[in-house]
């Protein structure tokens, strides 16, 4: 296995065990959307722990993992034996020569980089008609009080959290670009079933959580827990969920 290391800021490497317990899987038809996957390079940025890392490999993709925190990096590779290489590297500067990537992805994590350098450098490393996709997970339960409680939760103690912001099309900027064609999106439904604890280790490995103070971040956790045990007695959660995914082919011959 290749592996680079290059210097870049830590981002999620002090929750990298709650983020590996408690961010969800995505569902197989957002890897379905993405085939062929056994041919030529796929890149991944802001791999995370390797949430879809491990399932583009199993799906046979010749891939290299990136994301600028060490520890996750490390995690990824240890569980991804089949990958091909990893970094610790900026998406939005990615160690790659100009058309040597033939799809380039990012599992939840497009929106960390710099908007400024993100599309061209996609562009960039991306050989022409090579694709770039994108995807997130949401919770579908807006119409459940519960849910819209925990909203209000969150948003009343960490000003970085604003529920709107699943909203976005990100594709469109992405077409805006003249670097890309129209992006094609897709929505695919499913069921979470996670348990209490889960959730609340999810919790803990978000940003604006983890950047709460110890003292704020303690009692956002408590109060999340205890609503979540009032509305769920049986102590596990069964919440349709949705992924949305962009992919868009880069213009050029």
Request: with cysteine; charged share 25%.
């Amino acid at each position: 296995m290749l592996v680079w290391e290059i210097r870049s800021v830590v981002s999620f490497d002090a929750v990298v065990e709650d983020y590996a317990s408690g961010r969800p899987d995505y569902p197989d038809a957002v890897y379905d959307a993405l085939v062929p996957l056994d041919s030529g390079l796929v890149v991944e940025g802001g791999c995370g722990t390797g949430l879809a890392t491990r399932a583009l490999v199993a799906r046979g993709a010749r891939l290299v993992a990136l994301d600028i925190g060490p520890r996750m990096v490390q995690h990824t590779v240890a569980h991804a034996p089949a990958l091909f290489g990893a970094a610790v590297a900026d998406g939005a500067a990615m160690p790659f020569r100009e058309a040597s990537v033939d799809l380039l992805c990012f599992a939840q994590s497009w929106h960390w980089l710099d908007e400024r350098r993100r599309i061209a450098e996609a562009a960039r490393v991306l050989a022409p008609g090579g694709r770039w996709a994108a995807w997130w997970s949401h919770a579908g339960v807006d119409d459940e009080p519960w849910f819209q409680r925990y909203l209000d939760l969150v948003e009343g103690v960490t000003p970085a959290f604003v529920r709107t912001h699943r909203d976005i099309d990100w594709g469109q900027p992405v077409h805006d670009s003249g670097l890309f064609a129209r992006p094609e999106r897709i929505s695919v439904p499913w069921q979470r079933r996670v348990s209490i604890d889960h959730w609340i280790a999810e919790e803990r490995s978000k940003s604006y959580v983890s950047a709460l103070s110890a003292t704020a971040r303690q009692r956002l956790l408590v109060d999340i827990e205890a609503l979540l045990r009032d509305a769920n007695p049986s102590g596990a959660l069964q919440v349709p969920y949705e992924t949305w995914l962009w992919i868009a082919r880069k213009q050029g011959r």
